[in-house]
Antibody, heavy 121, light 108 residues
Framework: QVQLQESGPGLVKPSETLSLTCTVS??????????WSWIRQPPGKGLEWIGD???????NYSPSLKSRVTISVDTSKNQFALKVNSATTADTAVYYC?????????????WGQGTLVTVSS | EIVLTQSPGTLSLSPGERATLSCRAS???????LAWYQQKCGQAPRLLIK???SRATGIPDRFSGSGSGTDFTLTISRLEAEDFAVYYC?????????FGQGTRLEIK
C-alpha cells in the first residue's frame, strides 16, 4: 500500500519561500506509471491543483501559480518537493501531495494526510 | 481553463434516501476524464469515481457516476451514515486540472 507524507514548516512569513517535501513509502517515485502531484485547499474552501512532476523531472504547473512554483523530485530519497516563492496570505492552505496514474494533471488515487501552512508575520 | 459548477451547494437527506449530485463543465470534458472525491472533515479527499463512471478500488457499489460532455452526475443509491461529507468533482481532460466548488451532503 502506497503512503505519502507531507513535511515542512507550518508557518511562513510573507514574501518568504514556502517549502514542503512529500515522502513516498510502499512504492517508488522512480516509475513511468505515475506522476506526483501537489494540491492545496485554503481553510474552508475548495481544492486547487498546483502541479505535478514525472520521475524524469518533467513538470506541469497551473498557470495561476506557474511564475512562483517549483516542483522537484529526488529519486534517491523517494521524495518530491514543492516550493512557492514570494508567499502571501493567500497561500495559506492545507497542502496535499498525491499520486497521479497515467498522465499529467490526471486524477489522484493516493493522497497524503495534508499539512497546514500558514503565511503570517 | 474549464470551470466546474457543482449543484446543489448543500443537499439535506436522510439515511436510506437516494442522493443525486451534479457537476457541470463550462466546456466539454475530453474523454469523459471526470473524477469524484469524498472529503470528510479534517481528512484528505478519497477517490470514488474516475473516467466519469468507473468506481475506484474498494468503493461500494451504491456509488455510481454517469455523464459525458459537460454534464456529469454522482449518485448514491441508499445513503448510509458514513456518506455524509463534502463531494468534489475534478476534470482532467485538459490542463490545468480543475475542481468544482463542492457539494455538502448533510443529514436531514
Amino acid at each position: 500500500q502506497v503512503q505519502l507524507q507531507e513535511s515542512g514548516p507550518g508557518l511562513v512569513k510573507p514574501s518568504e519561500t514556502l517549502s514542503l517535501t512529500c515522502t513516498v513509502s510502499g512504492g517508488s517515485v522512480y516509475t513511468g506509471s505515475y506522476y506526483w502531484s501537489w494540491i492545496r485547499q485554503p481553510p474552508g474552501k475548495g481544492l486547487e491543483w498546483i502541479g505535478d512532476i514525472y520521475y524524469t523531472g518533467t513538470t506541469n504547473y497551473s498557470p495561476s501559480l506557474k511564475s512562483r512554483v517549483t516542483i522537484s523530485v529526488d529519486t534517491s530519497k523517494n521524495q518530491f518537493a514543492l516550493k512557492v516563492n514570494s508567499a502571501t496570505t493567500a497561500d495559506t492552505a492545507v497542502y496535499y501531495c498525491a499520486r497521479t496514474p497515467g498522465h499529467s494533471y490526471g486524477w489522484f488515487d493516493y493522497w497524503g494526510q495534508g499539512t497546514l501552512v500558514t503565511v503570517s508575520s | 481553463e474549464i470551470v466546474l459548477t457543482q449543484s446543489p451547494g448543500t443537499l439535506s437527506l436522510s439515511p436510506g434516501e437516494r442522493a443525486t449530485l451534479s457537476c457541470r463543465a463550462s466546456q466539454s470534458v475530453s474523454n469523459t476524464y471526470l473524477a469524484w472525491y469524498q472529503q470528510k472533515c479534517g481528512q484528505a479527499p478519497r477517490l470514488l469515481i474516475k473516467g466519469a463512471s468507473s468506481r475506484a478500488t474498494g468503493i461500494p457499489d451504491r456509488f455510481s457516476g454517469s455523464g459525458s460532455g459537460t454534464d456529469f452526475t454522482l449518485t448514491i443509491s441508499r445513503l448510509e451514515a458514513e456518506d455524509f461529507a463534502v463531494y468534489y468533482c475534478q476534470q482532467y481532460g485538459s490542463s490545468p486540472s480543475t475542481f468544482g466548488q463542492g457539494t455538502r451532503l448533510e443529514i436531514k
